[in-house]
């Protein structure tokens, strides 16, 4: 799945050559939705169009190849086109005049393919567009159109299809990969960023992007030496994963890459493919697990986390949660239809030098780990005695094939197959497979080029070594010149976000990574770490600014209902008080008046005063008056006045009215003989 930085995969004098070939693969995927079934029924508009406009309506092999080439940027064999040709023939929509052998168009061949060229013109021009824009408001990239165009098809060559050509034993050079003043390593990691950019905030590119994958996987598939069929099944063949896809396979990689091999998987098992994997890879599989759990607690200094480790920190998995995934790796493959085999014992009928093999492989790969070149030894030379030391020229009927996501190992494989006559190279790597196996039934597995595009691109956004190496070494250079910083270095080198920042300003060249930049990744660090907390104080600050006008609000609002019932209180008050008075007023009136009527009645009972009364109420009159003396009488002797007889009534007449007057506001109270403010309740 994976490619390594440097390595041109397809290389620009094989399938396409230029800026036309973006077009031309969107076509291909215009035709794939028509539902055509044939690989070369979708290369047929472009053979009746070169034969039109590039051959004058009438030309040979050679020249209709030539004109393929000039016209739609695609340089396919003379046997391919052949093949295309006949395809054409057999449709009705081209001629063959055998006698010169020339070929012409019939009329009214291939009236749609304008309209579809210049759709497909038109996304691609909006597509690199959308790259040029992205590389100048990211990362300050002043890339012409030209030079997007130029990484779009690198990015699309590196995730399709890998040296395909170079497969059936054909050479080519390779192309640098370089875009302008940027690095292969920066182009890389632009594209890989614009491409999980537009994922998920461009939808319309990302589908631009994802048709020129398919066309690419297409157009690759034209190389491979199988019939123009899709129908062709694999037979008595068994596909042996090696351990990092089946690392993918189990999801240890993202689901994005668990989605495109999964759907690689069930095609090859439709297809007819068995699914085997070495014990030997299983063990080597369970050391890179247990591995990654111990990273998870222990990391040696200098020493790049692989991803897996990442990917365990970052889901917070716990050293026996990593071993206990170890242990069930075996469990779950099964699940997946995947048969275990210890590799083929030693036979001298099909000996070979493992030594020489040994010396080779590891001329090629390079590899850091001794365990990783003897395993990767150990399943080429038992694919190649399974195929007892032959092998056919397809796939389907190879008998056993490595598939692995390394193409340094499928390059020592080709190397292995020149050695050995064989045809069929030892391993294929897995974006090859994928190319092959959807090319022929892409209608079962639509969204495997949309997986295969994001796992990629995701991919490129993880540290290289050669980053990580030269990151680690200044963290140590900083580290020795201040003290201080060694708790930061300790973070630098274990936060998930310092990994991301890192990618974003180095954009994953080593060359860009010094002191000042790794001092800008803390400054972040820390600018990311506090920036929670301020914004928590400000949210605080907010609601503390707002509380304050809200209290000073509701004080003004108290104040003025104590105003208004302070005023209310008041009125209560001084109305009870005048009701007072007033009975006051009246009792010392009326007892001034009984007084002088009893007297009266007792000093003469025909008094003009006494008559005045109906001769009914004078009985009662002179009774009252006679009650009054007596009290009157009483207080007077007991040292009291009718005036504090008149005080005690008035005073139960003013608490009776000034309760009523304060249960009518609202307001209960205790009555206060000295007139102060009521208690509210």
């Known amino acids: 799945m994976t490619t390594e930085p440097g390595e041109s995969v397809i290389p620009r004098d094989g399938i396409f050559q230029d800026g036309n070939a973006l077009a031309s693969l969107a076509i291909l995927s215009v035709d794939l939705s028509e539902g055509k079934i044939s690989y070369y029924d979708h290369f047929v508009p472009f053979v009746i169009e070169a034969l039109a406009t590039g051959c004058g309506g009438r030309g040979n092999t050679q020249e209709i190849t030539d004109a393929l080439y000039s016209e739609f940027g695609l340089k396919f064999p003379l046997a391919v086109v ?3 040709l006949k395809r054409t023939e057999k449709r009705g929509e081209i001629e063959h005049h055998r006698d010169e052998d020339v070929f012409s168009a019939s009329a009214g061949a291939g009236a749609t393919f304008k309209s579809h060229r210049d759709d497909a013109l038109r996304q691609q021009a909006s597509l690199a567009q959308a790259l040029v824009d992205f590389s100048k408001k990211n990362y300050d990239l002043s890339w012409t159109f030209e030079e997007a165009e130029i990484a779009l098809q690198d990015f699309v060559a590196k995730i399709s299809t890998s040296r395909i050509k170079q497969v059936l034993g054909s050479s080519s050079g390779s192309s640098n990969g370089q875009v302008g003043s940027s690095s292969e390593i920066t182009q890389s990691f632009v594209v890989g960023e614009f491409v999980t950019y537009i994922v998920h905030r461009d939808p319309v590119a990302f589908t631009s992007l994802e048709n020129l994958v398919k066309g690419s996987m297409l157009a690759a598939a034209l190389y491979l030496p199988i019939s123009p069929q899709s129908t062709r099944k694999f037979r008595n063949t068994t596909i042996w994963i090696d351990a990092p896809v089946a690392l993918l396979w189990l999801g240890l990689d993202g689901a994005e890459a668990q989605s495109y091999i999964g759907s690689m998987m069930d095609l090859a098992k439709r297809q007819g493919a068995n699914l085997g994997m ?7 599989l369970r050391s890179i697990v247990r591995g990654a759990a111990d990273g998870i607690s222990y990391l040696a200094p200098g020493l790049r986390p692989s991803k897996l480790t990442v990917r365990f920190r970052d889901d917070k998995m716990t050293f026996a949660e990593a071993l206990l995934l170890s242990s069930s790796i075996e469990q779950k493959l099964a699940g997946l239809s995947v048969v275990f085999q210890d590799a083929p014992d030693h036979d001298p009928r ?5 030594e020489q093999w040994e010396a080779m492989l590891q001329e090629t790969v390079n590899y850091q780990s001794d365990g990783a070149r003897l395993c990767d030894l150990a399943s080429l030379i038992g694919v190649h005695r399974l195929r007892k030391g032959v092998s056919s020229d397809s796939l389907e009927d190879c008998r056993a094939v490595l598939m692995t996501a390394n193409p340094k190992v499928t390059r020592a494989a080709r190397r292995f197959s020149g050695i050995n006559g064989t045809s069929w190279p030892l391993a294929i790597v897995d974006h090859d497979v994928a190319a ?14 949309r997986n295969q595009i994001i796992a990629n691109a995701l991919a490129v956004l993880h540290p290289s070594q050669d980053l990580w190496t030269r990151y680690c070494a200044v963290l140590d250079q900083l580290a020795e010149s201040d003290a201080d910083l060694t708790d930061a270095v300790l973070v630098l080198r274990n936060s998930s976000e310092a990994r991301r920042l890192l990618m974003g300003d180095s954009m994953g060249d080593p060359s860009r990574v010094t002191p000042g930049l790794v001092q800008s990744i803390l ?4 600018e990311s770490a506090v920036a929670p907390v301020m914004a928590e104080r400000d949210t605080l600050s907010e609601k503390l600014d707002s509380t304050s006008k809200e209290n000073i609000a509701m004080r003004r609002r108290l104040e003025a209902v104590e105003q208004k019932d302070a005023r209310l ?8 008080e005048s009701w007072a008075k007033v009975v006051r007023t009246c009792t010392k009136i009326a007892s001034v008046a009984l007084i002088i009527g009893f007297l009266l009645s007792l000093a003469s009972p025909t008094s003009p005063l006494l008559k005045l009364f109906p001769s009914g109420f004078q009985l009662y009159i002179s009774i009252s008056a006679g ?3 007596v009290v009157g009488a009483f207080f007077l002797y007991k040292g009291h006045t009718f005036e504090k007889l008149a005080d005690s009534l008035g005073t139960r007449a003013q608490k009776f009215i000034q309760k009523r007057k304060f249960e009518g506001i609202g307001l209960d109270s205790e009555f206060d003989s000295k007139g102060s403010a009521p208690q509210e309740a």
């Not at 070495?278 to 063990?283: D, I, S």
């Open 82 to 84: 052949r093949n295309i």
């Open 350 to 354: 099909y000996g070979i030098e493992e």
């Open 523 to 526: 400054k972040e660090i820390k």
């Open 436 to 449: 092959l196996l959807w090319s022929k039934e892409p209608m079962d597995a639509p969204d495997l080029p």
């Open 278 to 284: 070495f014990t030997h890879c299983v063990q080597e």
């Open 627 to 629: 009650i009054v003396t």
């Open 569 to 576: 209180k008041d009125r209560a008050i001084k109305s009870s």
